[in-house]
């Protein structure tokens, strides 16, 4: 069976803020760093509903941060994008804006919520995780399609087995544990994680498909033709639109209405891939590969 073609022609991946209400000790250094200090100055919601609107396509708008609740107005910024055009939000399900988002918000185009279990910020702030999985129910009761997602910090992977327990009592039945990326005590991730630990992740990862590969050591896609700059993009916290979350080429700004799209595909410049994920999707090598 051929697979339904997506209702949606062009994707975006948005950094939308640098609000946080959590301090995760493994959050990318260049985010953390910036969180709650820089490029606090977000667009109004109208202005960037209008901006995916006047590209006079239907869009796929990724949305994370930073944590995407604490954009001002986010609930009305969802419902008015799901009018047109499709959402996925990652978020740490930490504010109280969740009742809301379900009374605003179109199920239907909201293609998926990753709900970021960050267990140790929870405990820190006393939010434990019965919150966590009401939020997750209510949203799952009003049609959305919502996965919790464990970061596997190699601190975190002596507990991980308990967590899991421990949510899939309260309900919950899709977790999803991803790999750390990133440096640990001078060490690099996930090259470091031992023999053992990468036994014990694939063991653990759930529905998450691309923790082999980042374990592997990602295929390379230097010099593959790729759709990233045509019809997939990155947009910065300012609105600046690159290419894709590793290749920093520019098309324009988003909130100042200077956005264009390259016309054709280019070959990936990329030696080391960021974001797995965006490659497999829109590199046209992997597309042939596993068609
Ligand atoms: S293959 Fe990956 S890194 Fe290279 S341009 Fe495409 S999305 Fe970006």
């Not at 909201?110 to 006393?126: D, M, N, P, S």
Request: proline fraction near 8%; charge should be negative.
């Amino acid at each position: 069976m051929t697979p339904e073609p997506a209702p949606w022609e062009w994707e975006f991946d948005w950094h939308l803020t640098n609000r946080c209400n959590f301090d995760c000790a493994y959050c990318h250094p260049q985010i953390k760093h910036v969180l709650n200090r820089k490029h606090l100055n977000e667009p109004d919601p109208a202005l960037v509903v209008q901006r995916f609107d006047e590209t006079g396509r239907v869009c796929l708008v990724h949305m994370s941060g930073g944590e995407p609740f604490l954009f001002p107005g986010f609930v009305d910024l969802c419902a008015g994008l799901t009018r047109q055009h499709y959402i996925s939000i990652n978020t740490n399900l930490a504010t109280p804006d969740v009742a809301e988002f379900v009374r605003q918000v179109d199920p239907d185009r909201t293609v998926k919520i990753v709900a970021a279990l960050h267990v140790g910020e929870r405990e820190r702030l006393g939010l434990g995780l019965v919150d966590f999985v009401r939020d997750i129910q209510l949203l799952q009761g009003c049609g959305f399609d919502v996965d919790a997602l464990y970061v596997l910090y190699p601190p975190l992977l002596d507990r991980l087995v308990a967590d899991l327990d421990q949510l899939y009592e309260l309900g919950v039945e899709q977790v999803r544990a991803k790999v750390f990326k990133g440096v640990l005590n001078g060490r690099r991730y996930p090259e470091a994680y031992t023999e053992e630990e990468r036994e014990f992740i694939l063991t653990h990862s759930g529905q998450y498909p691309f923790n082999k590969p980042y374990l592997e050591g990602p295929p390379a896609f230097r010099g593959s033709p790729c759709t990233a700059g045509v019809s997939s993009f990155k947009v910065t916290v300012t609105g600046d639109v690159r290419r894709c979350a590793t290749v920093p080429a520019k098309y324009g700004n988003l909130y100042d209405g200077t956005f264009t799209a390259a016309d054709t595909p280019e070959p990936c410049p990329a030696e080391r891939v960021l974001v797995l994920s965006q490659c497999l999707a829109y590199s046209l090598v992997a597309e042939e590969s596993s068609s």
